[in-house]
């Protein structure tokens, strides 16, 4: 685009014009609390903000934490909406943060896991004694969130059980559907499926409810969808819609095969690393960016929680690291940074144009302890 055509675009259709874009990455460079609001919705949230005070000139823009902290909410506030009801988020956070991000997190999302990225090999342990205050941070974390669980039931949780059901009530809708269609195909009653029921197995109650209403959906499991089958076949129920019914129309496997994709993602092999701490060295190869993540971590993070024909979302991109696991790994991304130096070599490593610059810097040489706010009076 020309500056000429640059000028008659509107604010919107400014922000949206891709700095980069191929086959299965787009990038936008500005203010992820701009144009995160004109997307749409991702399957996966993998992104790596500023930690505040750690490493790098972005990490210097806050004087204390609160502020900090502030600027995580707007980010969260942001971010929630484009994460589909069947998503995941992954937030990096740096441990002394960590605690305090996670009951951000927990305040608009379920938390399902405070990872903790271990970094075999660390400088860590070769600081001297002296300059140590505290025990030296060795490892980074990852908060993984979804929206409330549509496929888990009630925990305790004050509400929890009530968010679940919404969720359960959007993403399995298509199923409940199709079940709430047989239903009505077979000339068959709610009520009346709960007597046949209550004559087979006993009890008060049925299981219609369940697996035709909107409230407290649930999956019939293969054994009862058998007999669900059986009972839509029998004869003796309204005649003229017996004639019309040819039985139930998927199979169980089929639609079984129908939640798994539904419900959210979570591809954990045999070989992977199933516990909540995870082992990867730190990135060797640099570009230019000063907290560049290892490409095989977020590799690993992309597989877990992104099924192969879902749209990966990074609105802290930096160099691009989730952008290149991403088309590495055949899923399509968006990523948004601010600073046009990070979109450059982003650009760049996507486009394969760029060598890797440096192998990556020697250890500090004084650690660092916490994030040292100037300001900071531990009222974060
Ligand atoms: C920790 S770095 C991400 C590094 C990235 N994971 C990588 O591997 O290159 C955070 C990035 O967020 C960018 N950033 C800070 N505030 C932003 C904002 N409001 N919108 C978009 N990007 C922002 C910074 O410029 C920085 O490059």
């Known amino acids: 685009m020309d500056m000429v055509e640059a000028l008659f675009l509107t604010p919107e259709q400014r922000l949206l014009t891709p700095y980069y874009e191929d086959e299965f990455a787009t990038l936008y460079h500005g203010d992820c609390r701009e144009i995160l609001p004109l997307l749409g919705q991702f399957d996966l949230l993998c992104t790596d903000p500023p930690y505040g005070k750690v490493k ?13 902290l502030a600027s995580c909410r707007e980010w969260l506030d942001a971010m929630v909406p484009c994460l589909k009801s069947n998503g995941t988020l992954y937030w990096f956070a740096w ?14 999302l379920h938390v399902l896991a405070h990872i903790v990225w271990c970094k075999p090999r660390s400088s860590a342990q070769t600081h001297s004694p002296e300059a140590l205050r505290a ?14 669980g549509s496929d888990n039931m009630a ?8 968010q679940c059901e919404e969720s359960r009530r959007d993403v399995f809708a298509p199923i409940r559907e199709y079940l709430v269609g047989e239903l009505a195909r077979s000339g068959w009653t709610r009520e009346a499926v709960n007597v ?13 409810a369940h697996w035709f209403s909107k409230s407290q959906w649930a999956i019939p499991t293969a054994a009862h969808y058998a007999w669900l089958r059986d009972l839509f076949n029998l004869s003796g129920c309204t005649a003229y819609l017996r004639k019309e019914y040819e039985e139930l129309r998927k199979e169980y496997e089929e639609l079984r095969k129908e939640y798994e994709e539904l419900r959210r993602y979570f591809d954990m092999r045999t070989g992977d690393q199933k516990t909540d701490l995870w082992k990867f060295p730190i990135e060797m ?25 879902g749209v990966v979302l990074d609105p802290f991109c930096g160099s691009g690291t989730t952008l290149i696991a991403a088309k590495s790994l055949g899923r399509k991304s968006v990523g948004i ?3 046009e130096r990070y979109c450059r070599i982003a ?5 394969g144009t760029t060598p890797p610059l440096f192998p990556a810097p020697a250890a500090p040489a004084k650690p660092r302890q916490d994030n040292l706010f100037t300001e900071d009076k531990n009222e974060g």
């Not at 490892?139 to 979804?146: D, K, Q, W």
């Not at 925990?155 to 009530?162: I, K, L, T």
């Not at 046949?196 to 219609?208: D, I, L, V």
């Not at 190869?285 to 024909?309: E, F, M, V």
């Open 196 to 208: 046949a029921w209550r004559t087979k197995y006993g009890g008060k109650g049925g299981m219609s």
């Open 337 to 339: 940074e601010i600073d």
């Open 285 to 309: 190869i640099q570009y230019g960016h000063p907290t560049l993540k290892p490409l095989a971590l977020i590799s690993y993070i992309i597989r877990l929680s992104c099924r192969p024909s």
């Open 95 to 108: 441990p002394s943060l960590a605690g305090r991000i996670e009951a951000l997190l927990a305040e608009n």
């Open 155 to 162: 925990r305790g949780e004050s509400g929890y059980a009530a």
């Open 56 to 68: 790098g000139d972005f990490d210097n823009e806050w004087t204390n934490r609160p502020a900090m």
């Open 135 to 148: 025990p030296a941070p060795e490892t980074e974390r990852i908060l993984m969130a979804e929206h409330y």
């Open 347 to 351: 650009a760049e490593r996507l486009a």
